[in-house]
């Protein structure tokens, strides 16, 4: 494995995008790809730390959180995830696949009324990752697709900042305003954009073929 | 950042520092109590008591779960919480709010666990700047001698996740005084006022409601 941006041995690879764009299948297909090639993987999700994951959840059951305990509970999660699982993970080599980083708190914190540069701090220790396939839907496709299988959230639809009564618009302005934010951190992050509407498997080949020329040519 | 222009809001905002042992709580329950039988409107407010999250925090205590950086987090989000739900509220409201340890207390521990202190005052720059803050100076085995001679310091609060030292009465003494430390450099910068916590409960709280009858003057609030 060549060109890494931090000092592990591993391969930090992040899929970003909001709900419903398709990032946990194209994780399942990447780890395959991974794991043919005898590498050993990791797999972490946002919101998934022993330590807090739970405690999120019950709160967001609740509605008990501010835009600030909501921002500090993500990265209290986050710094579990890195400090006990992804940060060992790298150091033994794994080539790890985050469903999520960094990212998806700086734009969900920002629409919350955050200070960009307040959260960049927030993360400022985080790992470079080595590759951001970010998956990019139109707002019209995420509605349908959020609809048509998990319904409208709560927070996905970001009631709690109070952009309408009526869901359906509030769950609108709220992804509008997620993607807003996604499209400003392409080029400061270098993201490696790809269309979200494509099939799966065309997504996938996409992904495979950024990962061979850049990591495994050799 | 707001911690270092005063706040706008009618009521005051009234802390106190110090490592465990220093009197602080006693300190502020005092003044709680006295100020109350002068019919001034108080509420007291203690770090690491929110409803959200100090169940959480508590048990990863319990089984030593906190990296520097969690517990740091965790603390904050407990601080947080409280500053919307209780400390903003009450002095729009135009209360006294006492508060047993602020912002500070996370500067000084988290520093002595070796966080970056820029990250740490970044995270905290919501905070409101209180109108007034003591932090009440003991030593590090007096400290100890206070709140120990009974039982054993427990893991987070003798910085065993330093590995200073393996026994615990040892580390204590080392953990805390780092934290002195760090609460001695934010004197300045934060303008704490420095009380000698030797000195007896009565002259402490003598000299206590001296300043904060002075301080209620200046905002119009006249005490008998």
């Not at chain 1, 509605?63 to 986050?78: C, Q």
């Not at chain 1, 914190?109 to 955050?114: A, L, P, T």
């Not at chain 1, 995420?142 to 709690?160: A, C, F, P, Q, V």
């Not at chain 2, 803050?133 to 609060?157: G, M, Q, V, W």
């Amino acid at each position: 494995m060549t060109k890494k941006n931090h000092e592990y041995q591993g391969l930090l690879i992040v899929i970003e995008g909001t709900d419903g764009s398709g990032k946990s299948t194209q994780i399942e297909l990447l780890k395959r790809y991974v794991e043919d090639l005898s590498y050993g993987t990791l797999i972490s999700e946002w919101k998934t730390s022993t330590l807090i994951a739970k405690a999120i959840d019950e709160a967001k059951d609740r509605n008990l959180l501010n835009a600030t305990t909501f921002s500090l509970l993500y990265a209290a999660d986050f710094a579990d995830r890195l400090e006990n699982t992804i940060i060992p993970a790298l150091k033994a080599g794994f080539v790890c696949l985050l469903d999520r980083y960094t990212y998806t708190a700086y734009a969900r914190d920002v629409v919350r009324g955050h200070d960009y540069e307040w959260v960049k701090k927030l993360y400022d220790y985080a790992p470079k990752p080595d590759a951001v396939f970010y998956l990019d839907l139109p707002v019209e496709t995420l509605l349908k697709r959020i609809i048509g299988t998990t319904g409208l959230d709560y927070w996905e639809s970001g009631r709690d900042i109070g952009f309408s009564k009526d869901f359906y618009k509030s769950f609108q302005i709220y992804q509008t305003k997620i993607l807003e934010e996604y499209e400003k951190m392409k080029n400061e992050y270098n993201f490696i954009t790809i269309d979200g509407n494509q099939s799966k498997d065309i997504i996938h080949s996409k992904i495979v073929s950024h990962m061979e020329s850049t990591f495994f040519n050799s | 950042m707001r911690l270092l222009t005063p706040h706008e809001y009618p009521g005051t905002l009234i802390c106190v520092e110090g490592i465990d042992g220093s009197g602080k709580s006693t300190q502020i329950t005092m003044l709680r109590d006295w100020l109350k039988s002068k019919n001034v409107d108080v509420i007291h407010t203690e770090w690491n008591s929110s409803n959200l999250i100090c169940k959480t925090t508590k048990m990863a205590k319990k089984k030593n779960l906190l990296s520097p950086r969690t517990y740091s987090l965790l603390h904050a989000v407990d601080f947080a919480d409280r500053l919307e739900q209780i400390i903003k509220p009450a002095l729009k409201a135009g209360f006294v709010v006492l508060a047993d340890r602020y912002v500070y207390t996370a500067f000084a521990r988290d520093a002595a666990r070796g966080v970056d202190k820029n990250w740490v005052r970044n995270m905290y720059s919501f905070a409101i700047r209180p109108d007034m803050t003591l932090y009440f100076h003991i030593d590090a085995d007096i400290s100890l001698n206070r709140i120990c001679y009974n039982r054993t310091p427990k893991f987070y609060e003798a910085g065993m996740d330093m590995k200073l030292a393996d026994d615990p009465f040892k580390s204590y003494k080392i953990f805390q005084t780092y934290v002195n430390d760090e609460y001695l450099k934010m004197v300045d910068e934060f303008d704490l006022i420095k009380i000698d916590a030797k000195k007896s409960i009565h002259e402490k709280q003598v000299y206590f409601r001296e300043l904060v009858v002075s301080m209620l003057k200046n905002k119009g609030i006249i005490i008998d």
